[in-house]
């Protein structure tokens, strides 16, 4: 079992930037991609950004596409969200993911296996 643990969420005004981790403490863990995703107030959970473990290749919502960034640091089994000029309907709570095994449609949460318990953010106008 993989567990995935996010931290560093909170309180903003609209144009703040956030950036928080998720990291995968114990064993050494090599998923296929890691994502982000997120669940606003009254809305299903839908895809935010995903970097692929080994080759680094970046895939984003257009929704974020230009503000948000994903990275990912190997050695710390840790992935990055960056985001950047925050608005108030980014507030949700977010959610990191992992999905072992190859899969090209990377905004498909059925592809992800493991998930974080979620860190909310909330963005004030």
């Known amino acids: 079992q993989v567990q995935l643990v996010e931290s560093g969420g909170g309180l903003v005004q609209a144009g703040a930037s956030l950036r928080f981790p998720c990291t995968a403490p114990?064993?050494?863990?090599?998923?296929?991609?890691l994502a982000w995703f997120r669940r606003a107030p009254g809305k299903d959970r839908e895809f935010v950004a995903a970097?692929?473990?080994?080759?680094?290749?970046?895939y984003y919502a257009d929704s974020v596409k230009g503000r948000f960034a994903i990275s990912r640091d190997n050695a710390k089994n840790t992935v990055y969200l960056q985001m950047n000029s925050l608005k108030p309907e980014d507030t949700a709570v977010y959610y990191c993911a992992a999905g072992p095994y190859y899969f090209n449609d990377y905004d498909r949460r059925t592809n992800y296996e493991y998930w974080g318990q979620g860190t909310q953010v909330a963005v004030s106008s």
């Open positions: 970097i692929t473990w080994s080759a680094g290749n970046t």
């Open positions: 114990g064993r050494p863990f090599t998923p296929y991609a």
